[in-house]
């Protein structure tokens, strides 16, 4: 199974529409993408995790997961600062 990560925002209502995600679409880092976590459960059940320019969304890059173990699985993960009562909104776009 291959799974391409193409871009992820979250915007707080009432301020400026700038997005929290650092490198949201994967354009900074050539092999690790900058900004992002990296885990699994176990380092052998980890997918192959690159940057690819062939499948993009509105940028040059992407994050692509590739596993052929139907029970391998990986996370890409990075924590951002949120203020409580403040409205988020949240959009990811990929292709599995």
Same mark, same amino acid.
């Given at each position: 199974m291959t799974v391409c990560f193409i $871009?992820?925002?979250i915007n707080a209502f009432g301020q400026a529409a700038t997005n929290l995600i650092k490198n949201p679409g994967f354009e $900074? &880092? =050539?092999v690790k993408p900058e900004g992002w976590t990296i885990t699994g459960p176990? $380092? =052998?059940m980890m997918p192959v995790i690159n940057i690819d320019s062939r499948m993009k969304f509105s940028d040059n890059q992407s994050l692509k997961m590739l596993s052929t173990n139907p *029970? &391998?699985?990986g996370k890409v993960v990075q924590t951002i600062q949120v203020t *409580?009562?403040?409205t988020y909104q949240f959009s990811a776009r990929f292709m599995a």
């Open positions: $871009a992820c925002q $900074a &880092g =050539t176990l $380092a =052998t *029970n &391998g699985h *409580n009562g403040q």
